[in-house]
């Protein structure tokens, strides 16, 4: 099944985008991971982690991984650590 965690950080430090892109290093040798990607918000500037995971069952409240780096990421700003699950949308023929 495949689901992802989304870390979304409100701060005003301006080291957090190097801060995750390191993160993402650790995070790719992670079983199960498919892919991580830092996004930042285009007006304010507010950062997110996409964890994107291909395991048996998602974890509804998130990796050990992501729960790690949101505690971690909370004496920095705001952090809101979501979890989604991929959805099968079915095909259908417009006319």
Do not use: Y
């Amino acid at each position: 099944m495949r689901w992802m965690e989304v870390i979304k950080i409100q701060t005003a430090r301006s080291n957090i985008a190097a801060k995750l892109l390191d993160f993402i290093t650790e995070c790719k040798k992670c079983n199960g991971m498919l892919e991580a990607r830092v996004f930042r918000q285009a007006k304010v500037g507010d950062f997110s982690l996409c964890l994107l995971w291909s395991t048996d069952q998602p974890e509804l409240q998130g990796s050990s991984v992501g729960l790690h780096l949101s505690n971690i990421l909370k004496k920095d700003g705001l952090v809101n650590h979501s979890v989604w699950v991929e959805t099968i949308e079915h095909e259908e023929k417009v006319s």
